[in-house]
Every structure is written in C-alpha cells, then in structure tokens.
C-alpha cells in the first residue's frame, strides 16, 4: 500500500523542559520538636529591621524587651524548653538593645549595639552565665562590659565584626556613620562619612578587604574600610522601604534585597567591580515585610526570609547567567521576628544538615528549622559539605589596618570540627566620657546639680553638633 502524504507536511517539533541539575535541588526545611526548641522569651518588639539575635555553636543570643534599660539573653545550646522569667540576662545599656553579634573567632565574645549611643563588648563566663532554676537569688545578671565604645552621636543599630582581623569591629549609627573601632584599645581607627542618611546593612567580603552597604539613600556602595574611600557606588532598588546586602564570599557577587517603586519585593544580583546596573534582578512577590537574606558560601545557596512571613525561600547562586536559580521554600504558618543561622562548624553533618536557622516568633518562641540534604547513605558526604571556613583570626587589627589581607583558612567537616584554642580577648577598661573625668565631691549639693547642669547642657551642644555634621554631608553630597 502507498500512502500517499501532502507535499508540505508540517514539521513536529518536540519540547523537552531540561531541568538543572543541582545536588542541592531537593534540600528540604524540617522543624524539631517542639521540646527540643525554645519559648517563654520576651523578645523585642523594637521597630528597627534587625533580625535582634546571633547564634554559634555554643550559644543563642536573643535581645529582649526590657523597660527603663537595654538587655539581650544569652542562653547555651543545652537549654531548651521553656525559659523562666529570672534567668539571667546581660544588662548593661540604659536603652533598647538593637544589634547583637558573636566574635566569629570567640565563641564567648559578643558585641552589643543600642539606643544609647554606645557599643558594648562582653566577656561570657566559661560554660555560659551561671543559672540556678531552684534559686532565683542565686541568678545574676552580667552587668559589666569588657569595654564600651563611644563615638556616635545617635542610636546604634548595626555591629559587624571583621572575618579575618584580630579586634576589629564596626558600627553603623543613626547618624549616618560607619566606625572602625579597635576593641583591643577602644579606639576609633577611622569613620566613614560616605553616607548621608540611614544605613540600612553593611557586609564584608571574604577576605574582609571591602565592605558594601546599603542606605536610605537607595545607594549601594563598596568601600574600602581602611581609608573610608567609596570604591564603587550605584543605584540600587527603587524603593522607600528597606534593602539588605550581602557579600557571596568566594563568589564575589553581591546579593541584595529591597522594593521596587510599587512596592514589589525583589532581589538583585550585582558585581561588586560595577554597581552602574544590575546583573540581574527578578521580583518576588507583593508581600510587605523586609526581606533578610543570608548566604552560605560552602553550597553557594542564599536563604531568603521575608519579616513577617512565614516561609524561607532559597536559592543556588551561578558565576554565569542567569546567576541565580530559585531551590524551593519552607513553609509554615507562624511568621517570624527575625532569623539566627549557625556557622557551618555547628550543623549536624552525619544527618546532612546543611543549614540551621533559629527563627523567632512574635509570641515568644524560637523555633529550630534544619536544611537536609536528602541521602539514603550514613557516609560522610563530601560534595555536599566541601572544607569550611575555619573560625580563627589571622591578622592582627594593626597589620589588617596597615593594608595586609589574610583569605580565610578552611577546614573539613569529616570527622568532627576541633575548634582551635580561643584567642584570649585583651581589652583596655573604658575611658570615661569627656563629662564623667571631673564628678564632683560627695554631699556638695550645689556642685553637684551644677555638674547635672553642665552634663545636660554638653549632651544638648552634641546633639546640634551631630544635627550640623548631617547637614553639612547632605549639602555637600548635592
């Protein structure tokens, strides 16, 4: 038989939707038991976009509502359940606490930023603040700060320690600038003036030579924290409300967050070496909560966690277009306050636990959500957990601020992290500010409401000071 076909027969052409290949594309979020997490904290319920927590591998540190004074909570990773009212707290600001950090090479030092202008750093006892739940007489609260940092004019909102030098710590104020402080001396090695209104994030890179911000301004900028140069500056999300930045370690992109003019949450992807336009930008949704990321440089994938929302979406970033691949989302329905994630050394690696994240929630609780790899296998999997970055400072504060870089050392997971000796931190007692080195004597009445007289009338002249500095960098900016 001949059949007989149509001069032109139309070609089939055949779609084939190619899938990318991804060792990571089945992680999943699993949340522990509801004994094995935290409740009964009072966390802060402070307006400012921080994510108010930091956790190690030997403690979480939560910042609490407090009244008349500033105190955060630093509990270690044994304590779990539900956490008594009198356990003991770290309570040395006079107002609201806004910003904490652990020492990334000191897991028992902490920095603490706040309303009252000042930067605090703590020593944390061996084995964590002493706590006895059968005598609440017996608690006491750490009252007494290594040293304290004054130098901003405003409020406190933002504390980030270098990656790789000995004693060196930043903070972004209210007004408008970033210090360079050396905790070892208490002194300032350099302010950065560059901004000119809020400073929403700040984030090194990985060898800790540039830092990129983003402002209120709705700049991104990359600055050289040595000498406070701006080094690349652009536009970044259209935007009123908030944006965040994060410097992707080896990868040397920038990752941002923000809104676009109708309000769209969005993310961009950025070269640090060109910030005249994005290498990409893609929206995420309507929502209206500021979103927070955080990147993980061993597995190259960023968790995406909106204020407010529910679910934690992630992604794998890409060297090459399209630069970034959307993984999956963990969803639930309780929203979150803010996101603590732990340092690769803490994760459980026989249960391929590539990520851990301590969510808190607006009534109270933290809940515990681990990232899994799904594999059948008990071995140690190597490509999943490639060596990680080892938690130890390499330069000195003086030589990183002399113009030396250090690349982070690593170190591998496979049988069991052995953290190195901690660095002893050596810190000088705090000068008394300016007002404070001539109190008067005891029981003289008139000096000593003169003495109040003065000291409110100093802090009323740095005010305005600190008002005219601001307007002089807005105007000279223009």
């Known amino acids: ?56 591998p030997v403690f979480l540190a939560v910042v609490l509502e407090a009244q008349g004074g500033g105190s955060f909570m630093v509990l270690p990773h044994s304590q779990v359940g539900k956490i008594d009212l009198d356990y003991p707290k770290v309570s040395g600001h006079t107002a609201a606490v806004l910003d904490v950090q652990f020492c990334p090479y000191n897991d028992y030092v902490i920095a603490s930023a706040s309303e009252d202008c000042t930067v605090k750093v703590w020593q944390l006892p061996e084995g964590g603040i002493p706590y006895d739940p059968k005598n609440a007489k017996n608690n006491k609260d750490l009252t007494d700060a290594i040293v304290t940092l004054n130098g901003h004019q405003r409020r406190v909102g933002i504390v980030e320690w270098h990656p790789t030098a000995e004693n060196i710590l930043l903070s972004a104020g209210f007004d408008y600038l970033i210090i360079v402080w050396d905790i070892a001396t208490g002194k300032q090695l350099r302010e950065i003036t560059s901004h000119t209104d809020t400073i929403f994030s700040m984030s090194f890179n990985f060898d800790g030579s540039l830092l990129a911000t983003t402002c209120k301004d709705r700049l991104i900028r990359v600055i050289d924290p040595r000498s406070g140069a701006v080094v690349q500056q652009g536009q970044g999300h259209d935007g009123t409300k908030s944006s965040r930045v994060v410097f992707c370690g080896e990868l040397n992109k920038l990752f941002t967050t923000g809104f676009s003019k109708v309000s769209e949450r969005q993310y961009g992807i950025w070269d640090p070496a060109n910030l005249a336009s994005p290498l990409k930008v893609e929206t995420i949704d309507t929502g209206s909560g500021v979103l927070f990321p955080y990147y993980d440089n061993d597995t190259g994938l960023v968790y995406v966690a909106g204020k407010g929302d529910g679910n934690i979406r992630y992604y794998e970033l890409d060297n090459a277009s399209p630069y970034c691949y959307f993984l999956n989302e963990y969803k639930t329905a309780t929203p979150q306050r ?25 009534k109270g609780s933290i809940e515990i959500v681990s990232f899994i790899v799904p594999r059948k296998s008990t071995l ?75 000291k409110e009338e100093l802090k009323q002249l740095r005010a305005q000071l600190a008002s005219a500095e601001i307007k002089i960098r807005q105007l000279t900016t223009q």
């Open 338 to 362: 803010g996101l603590g994630w732990l340092p690769k050394r803490g994760v459980s690696v026989g249960e391929c636990e590539i990520g851990r994240c301590y969510k808190l929630t607006p």
């Open 380 to 454: 140690f999997q190597e490509d999943i957990f490639p060596p990680t970055k080892e938690d130890k400072a390499l330069l000195s504060g003086a030589a990183w601020f002399g113009g030396q870089n250090a690349t982070p050392t690593k170190v591998s997971l496979k049988d069991g992290y052995t953290p190195p000796a901690r660095a002893e931190l050596s810190a000088v007692e705090s000068a008394a500010p300016v007002d404070e080195l001539e109190k008067p004597p005891e029981g003289e009445k008139a000096l000593l409401k003169a003495w109040h007289a003065q």
């Open 1 to 56: 038989l001949l059949l007989l076909l149509p001069e032109s027969t139309p070609s089939v052409k055949m779609s084939f939707r190619v899938v990318r290949q991804s060792k990571y594309r089945h992680v999943f979020g699993q949340q522990k038991k509801k004994e094995e997490c935290l409740d009964g904290i009072r966390i802060s319920r402070n307006a400012w976009d921080s994510n108010f927590c930091s956790v190690n």
